[in-house]
């Protein structure tokens, strides 16, 4: 059998590229970490996706693959051992579901309440905890989304724990309300402190600095 | 075998809703569907979509499922005859990739720029075009989208594109023509004419006066 090549072009700052990373390493796959220097993007990343131009990007023997969530359930359908998805296909259409609403609801929220100021920030403040609290009822009660342990889900919003915190740090918010929402936030701290996923997390300090840099930007400068 | 119960609740000008019904029918799965008015959803369907409260549900033995193409791998996964996703993985995430692509920035994005005020029309019409631009490439390089077997990606840019050409009618821009994509027209006209998606697609006059009434009060 011809011996897998396995790359991931990624940023050390991002959370995407970061659960590809995870969903390697829950599997033990071999692969290469290449580092974009962005905004510098180089040819290679220009010539493996062509189209949305952004990391992560995936390249398995060759074939790039874009999107994380699609290139984890990529990891997961290549490489069955420990498998990520749930085998039952509602169970696998309500993680898919519950990703999509952290995507689309969790994070531009977030990113709102980060970077508006007055009013509109209070109102992104508001939604995004709303937003979090809903995403608390898919636990179901159990310890993690996949169950006793950890699957698709766990690491399809797992970031958010990170990322979340940095933005209530950096822009004095609360969206993960340890007392509004004690399970999600229990389960946050859990999974963080999980062996493989600890290992994989950019150093936080560095996220903090970045990312307040970031947001100075985005919001035009001075303040 | 148990008796299975499908129901399918749906808005009769909503694309996603006909992305459903035509996995549904290529499936050969019976169903019932269930006409909802928007303006006043109905206590099920609140019920079922307590998040989104949005249009498609599909409801199977009492389980609902939200998000047209969450529905759509649902539908795949559970009957297993005719598969709309194909079975390769490599091709099966290149048509999942497309699929998002295409309702996202195809339908959402042409949508946004119709719906426009002035000031933002112009960038985002750029941006419609620009992703356009990138179907037109994909389509030239390639000869296809995904997969090179019929499937989801088809069915969804066959309706999509349909809504996009009443969408810009009434709107009175042209973002998407023939003259500046004239691979993507190609490729949309050949797409396999399956009576199963082109009796999906409801009468052009009436799709038109919906959108126009939806996009009139500006």
Same mark, same amino acid.
Request: aromatic share 10%; hydrophobic share 45%; glycine share 6%.
């Given at each position: 059998?011809?011996?897998?090549?396995?790359?991931?072009?990624?940023?050390?700052?991002?959370?995407?590229?970061?659960?590809?990373?995870?969903?390697?390493?829950?599997?033990?796959?071999?692969?290469?970490?290449?580092?974009?220097?962005?905004?510098?993007?180089?040819?290679?990343?220009?010539?493996?996706?062509?189209?949305?131009?952004?990391?992560?990007?995936?390249?398995?023997?060759?074939?790039?693959?874009?999107?994380?969530?699609?290139?984890?359930?990529?990891?997961?359908?290549?490489?069955?051992?420990?498998?990520?998805?749930?085998?039952?296909?509602?169970?696998?259409?309500?993680?898919?579901?519950?990703?999509?609403?952290?995507?689309?609801?969790?994070?531009?929220?977030?990113?709102?309440?980060?970077?508006?100021?007055?009013?509109?920030?209070?109102?992104?403040?508001?939604?995004?905890?709303?937003?979090?609290?809903?995403?608390?009822?898919?636990?179901?009660?159990?310890?993690?989304?996949?169950?006793?342990?950890?699957?698709?889900?766990?690491?399809?919003?797992?970031?958010?724990?990170?990322?979340?915190?940095?933005?209530?740090?950096?822009?004095?918010?609360?969206?993960?309300?340890?007392?509004?929402?004690?399970?999600?936030?229990?389960?946050?701290?859990?999974?963080?402190?999980?062996?493989?996923?600890?290992?994989?997390?950019?150093?936080?300090?560095?996220?903090?600095?970045?990312?307040?840099?970031?947001?100075?930007?985005?919001?035009?400068?001075?303040? | 075998?148990?008796?299975?119960?499908?129901?399918?609740?749906?808005?009769?000008?909503?694309?996603?809703?006909?992305?459903?019904?035509?996995? @549904?029918?290529?499936?050969?799965?019976?169903? *019932?569907?269930?006409? &909802?008015?928007?303006?006043?959803?109905? #206590?099920?369907? +609140? !019920?079922?979509?307590?998040?989104?409260?949005?249009?498609?549900?599909?409801?199977?033995?009492?389980?609902?499922?939200?998000?047209?193409?969450?529905?759509?791998?649902?539908?795949?996964?559970?009957?297993?005859?005719?598969?709309?996703?194909?079975?390769?993985?490599?091709?099966?995430?290149?048509?999942?990739?497309?699929?998002?692509?295409?309702?996202?920035?195809?339908?959402?994005? @042409?949508?946004?720029?119709?719906?426009?005020? *002035?000031?933002?029309? &112009?960038?985002?019409?750029?941006?419609? #075009?620009?992703? +356009? !631009?990138?179907?037109?490439?994909?389509?030239?390089?390639?000869?296809?989208?995904?997969?090179?077997?019929?499937?989801?990606?088809?069915?969804?840019?066959?309706?999509?594109?349909?809504?996009?050409?009443?969408?810009?009618?009434?709107?009175?821009?042209?973002?998407?023509?023939?003259?500046?994509?004239?691979?993507?027209?190609?490729?949309?006209?050949?797409?396999?004419?399956?009576?199963?998606?082109?009796?999906?697609?409801?009468?052009?006059?009436?799709?038109?006066?919906?959108?126009?009434?939806?996009?009139?009060?500006?």
């Amino acid at each position: 059998m011809a011996e897998d090549k396995v790359q991931l072009l990624g940023y050390w700052g991002s959370p995407f590229a970061l659960r590809v990373k995870w969903a390697l390493k829950l599997k033990g796959i071999q692969y290469e970490y290449l580092e974009e220097d962005l905004p510098n993007k180089s040819p290679m990343l220009l010539e493996l996706n062509p189209v949305l131009k952004k990391v992560p990007v995936l390249v398995h023997n060759g074939k790039p693959l874009a999107e994380s969530l699609v290139i984890i359930e990529y990891i997961d359908e290549t490489w069955t051992h420990n498998p990520l998805m749930p085998k039952d296909p509602y169970d696998r259409a309500k993680a898919r579901f519950w990703a999509k609403f952290a995507d689309e609801k969790c994070v531009p929220a977030t990113m709102s309440s980060f970077t508006k100021s007055g009013e509109e920030k209070e109102k992104a403040e508001k939604e995004a905890r709303e937003n979090f609290k809903t995403l608390e009822s898919a636990l179901e009660g159990k310890p993690f989304f996949g169950g006793e342990g950890i699957g698709f889900l766990d690491i399809a919003i797992g970031w958010l724990g990170i990322w979340a915190r940095l933005v209530e740090e950096i822009a004095e918010v609360t969206l993960i309300a340890d007392d509004y929402m004690p399970v999600l936030s229990k389960w946050f701290k859990d999974f963080l402190e999980l062996p493989t996923i600890k290992e994989a997390l950019p150093p936080r300090d560095k996220l903090l600095v970045h990312n307040k840099g970031f947001r100075e930007m985005l919001m035009g400068g001075s303040t | 075998m148990a008796h299975e119960e499908v129901k399918l609740f749906g808005m009769w000008s909503s694309p996603f809703v006909r992305i459903v019904e035509v996995a @549904l029918k290529i499936k050969g799965v019976q169903y *019932e569907y269930i006409e &909802e008015d928007l303006q006043n959803k109905s #206590s099920q369907l +609140l !019920k079922y979509n307590p998040i989104h409260k949005k249009v498609p549900v599909l409801l199977h033995n009492g389980k609902p499922i939200a998000e047209s193409l969450v529905i759509v791998e649902y539908i795949d996964e559970t009957w297993k005859d005719n598969p709309i996703l194909p079975q390769d993985s490599f091709e099966r995430a290149q048509a999942r990739f497309w699929a998002k692509f295409i309702v996202v920035k195809w339908l959402l994005s @042409l949508w946004k720029a119709c719906r426009c005020v *002035e000031n933002e029309r &112009e960038k985002a019409m750029e941006e419609a #075009s620009e992703n +356009l !631009k990138i179907l037109e490439n994909e389509l030239k390089d390639k000869g296809f989208l995904g997969g090179e077997t019929i499937g989801l990606v088809e069915i969804a840019a066959k309706i999509i594109a349909y809504w996009v050409g009443v969408i810009q009618e009434v709107a009175g821009v042209e973002i998407m023509s023939r003259q500046k994509f004239p691979v993507l027209f190609k490729w949309i006209d050949e797409l396999f004419s399956c009576n199963v998606v082109n009796e999906s697609l409801p009468p052009k006059d009436k799709l038109a006066a919906r959108f126009r009434s939806l996009l009139g009060s500006r």
